[in-house]
């Protein structure tokens, strides 16, 4: 499975982006995907996973309550709808399966299959 994460840009705080992370050569619906992202010179960390089979997500608790994890299955997409951004939520922001989808939401070994980033710039 390929994954191509896209939907960054510059906003100020206060604002909203939409992050998608579209998947080819399989069905996304048969796997859990995770949203990452990272700043210089820090470790990538969880922001948010979603099962889609059983629609159960888990967030970040930097994030609780104002990023929303979801799936189309039809159009083999994950978004990641974020709100209420800070300065601190700067970052390139990464989609990838993960082998488990639960809190916190973790890098674990052997994780192969990442999406190319996409840059969110936060401006206070």
């Known amino acids: 499975v390929q994954l191509q994460a896209s939907g960054g840009g510059l906003v100020q705080a206060g604002g909203s982006l939409r992050l998608s992370c579209a998947a080819s050569g399989a069905a996304f619906a048969n796997y859990l995907i995770g949203w990452y992202r990272q700043t210089p010179g820090k470790e990538r960390e969880g922001v948010s996973c979603i099962n889609s089979s059983s629609g159960d997500t888990y967030y970040a608790d930097s994030v609780k309550g104002r990023f929303t994890i979801s799936g189309d299955n039809a159009k083999n997409t994950v978004y990641l709808q974020m709100n209420s951004l800070e300065p601190e939520d700067t970052a390139v922001y990464y989609c990838?399966?993960?082998?488990?989808?639960?809190?916190?939401?973790?890098?674990?070994?052997?994780?192969?299959?990442w999406g190319k980033g996409t840059q969110v710039t936060v401006s206070s």
């Open positions: 990838a399966v993960v082998p488990v989808c639960t809190y916190p939401v973790v890098v674990y070994y052997g994780m192969n299959y």
